[in-house]
């Protein structure tokens, strides 16, 4: 007899980029990751690892080329310990970009930054701030 069907998991997200270490140690600030343990500067490859083996790994790798358009896929942030706000400036303050500021008199919204190489992620608001209202307009 058959059981349900076992899904496989994601096991890495991926970023292109020109300097992985720099990359990945802005991913594990930003996270609270840990650096894989073999990583040094100029490899070209590195990762940050969850503390939960069942999240996916973040890996970065090297390439010649340069971001030029927007991204396809993107990570979505939500705060757990602090506002929305707070934690936009947190990772601004980790070398992030603001890009577009799509937060709402109301408080609904998100903000769209880039990592310090141009990807683009957004920080939505925490669950505890989406009790009161929650609209399709506060999903990016």
Known sequence: MEGPPVYPRIRNISFDCHDTYSLAGFWS??????????????DPEAAVL???ETL??????????DKVTKNRLHICLEPVDRTRDEEIERVLGLGA??????????????AVLADP???????????GERVATTTVEDQP
């Open 56 to 65: 996916p790994n973040l890996f970065f790798q090297e390439v010649p080329e």
């Open 29 to 42: 600030a930003v996270l609270g990751y840990a650096r894989h343990s073999e990583d040094v500067p100029g």
């Open 117 to 127: 190489e141009g990807n683009e992620f957004c920080v939505v608001r925490s669950a």
């Open 50 to 52: 969850p503390p939960d």
């Open 97 to 110: 970009t603001l890009v577009t500021d799509r937060r709402h008199a109301d408080g609904t919204g998100w």
